[in-house]
């Protein structure tokens, strides 16, 4: 199994920044792919960023030349950087990990709000 935590979310005016990590644990190895994603009230949850884990990355074009996601070895743990906040990027922001042959696995989510 694989256990994710995120965090880093918070309240940020409109042209802000912040940082979001998601901490990996247990069959880290398994992981192929990490990704980030958010659900805004009354919306679908929708796909924000991906790495993949050899460093491949692909970003929504809702959030490109703003957000970025990488990753720290090291840790476990990958970030997804947000510049340039807008009121619209407010929602819960997940983090989820794609296996191989464990299956999909997700964070409990962190809240972002943008005020404008």
């Known amino acids: 199994q694989v256990q994710l935590v995120e965090s880093g979310g918070g309240l940020v005016q409109a042209g802000g920044s912040l940082r979001l990590a998601c901490a990996a644990s247990g069959s880290i190895f398994s992981i192929s792919a990490t990704g980030w994603y958010r659900q805004a009230p009354g919306k679908q949850r929708e796909l924000v960023a991906t790495i993949t884990s050899g460093g491949r990355t692909n970003n929504a074009d809702s959030v490109k030349g703003r957000f970025t996601i990488f990753r720290d070895y090291a840790k476990n743990t990958v970030y997804l950087q947000m510049n340039n906040l807008k009121p619209e990027d407010t929602a819960v922001y997940y983090c989820?990990?794609?296996?191989?042959?464990?299956?999909?696995?997700w964070g409990q989510g962190t809240q972002v709000t943008v005020s404008s």
């Open positions: 989820s990990a794609h296996t191989l042959g464990l299956g999909d696995y």
